[in-house]
């Protein structure tokens, strides 16, 4: 037992059930809480909580725009960067064209520029034959007049006869040496 302000007992299960104008007042205080609560507390919260869920619901709005901006860049990065290696491989394989094209055009150039020099030398040797050939009959019927003249022991003085048995000697030995080959 356990006893209170005025001295008299009071049993033990009184301790866990409260006196009735205890329950009464307790019960004006919960209504009184309950009315200020649902009519000033209850509606700020709801708008602090409304406001926070619009918050919530536009950034993740916000969020998923983003997103498809970032898919629709992305796209559009991946088309230009496939149009720009398509351009890269044309420009590739042009150049590799071009740098075909500039090789053929140079071994073109080469042979012709071979083949004229070819030509060039063939005229000279040509011309140089030629010139070594006059030369050559000039000095030989010198040489056979200048023999001639001692075997017969006269001095041919026509140049024109002795240029013409000159000739005639010479193309007789030509013509054995054609012969011969």
Same mark, same amino acid.
């Given at each position: 037992?356990?006893?209170?302000?005025?001295?008299?007992?009071?049993?033990?299960?009184?301790?866990?059930?409260?006196?009735?104008?205890?329950?009464?007042?307790?019960?004006?205080?919960?209504?009184?809480?309950?009315?200020?609560?649902?009519?000033?507390?209850?509606?700020?919260?709801?708008?602090?909580?409304?406001?926070?869920?619009?918050?919530?619901?536009?950034?993740?709005?916000?969020?998923?725009?983003?997103?498809?901006?970032?898919?629709?860049?992305?796209?559009?990065?991946?088309?230009?960067? *496939?149009? %720009? @290696?398509? &351009? $890269?491989?044309?420009? =590739?394989?042009? !150049?590799?064209?071009?740098? /075909?094209?500039?090789? #053929?055009? *140079?071994? %073109? @150039?080469? &042979? $012709?520029?071979?083949? =004229?020099?070819? !030509?060039?030398?063939?005229? /000279?040797?040509?011309? #140089?034959?030629?010139? %070594?050939?006059? &030369?050559?009959?000039?000095?030989?019927?010198?040489?056979?007049?200048?023999?001639?003249?001692?075997?017969?022991?006269?001095?041919?003085?026509?140049?024109?006869?002795?240029?013409?048995?000159?000739?005639?000697?010479?193309?007789?030995?030509?013509?054995?040496?054609?012969?011969?080959?």
């Amino acid at each position: 037992m356990i006893l209170s302000a005025g001295d008299t007992p009071t049993p033990g299960w009184r301790l866990f059930v409260p006196y009735v104008p205890e329950i009464i007042w307790s019960a004006i205080f919960i209504a009184i809480f309950a009315v200020v609560f649902m009519r000033f507390v209850l509606p700020r919260l709801n708008a602090v909580l409304d406001e926070r869920a619009e918050k919530i619901e536009g950034g993740i709005r916000r969020a998923e725009e983003v997103q498809e901006q970032a898919d629709q860049l992305k796209s559009d990065q991946e088309s230009a960067l *496939a149009a %720009a @290696r398509q &351009e $890269a491989a044309a420009i =590739r394989e042009k !150049a590799r064209q071009d740098g /075909q094209r500039i090789l #053929e055009e *140079a071994k %073109a @150039r080469a &042979e $012709a520029e071979n083949e =004229r020099i070819l !030509a060039a030398g063939r005229q /000279q040797l040509s011309a #140089e034959r030629m010139a %070594a050939s006059h &030369e050559l009959r000039a000095e030989v019927g010198t040489l056979a007049s200048d023999l001639a003249s001692k075997i017969v022991g006269e001095s041919l003085n026509d140049d024109e006869r002795s240029r013409r048995v000159i000739d005639r000697f010479l193309d007789d030995l030509e013509s054995s040496q054609a012969a011969t080959r």
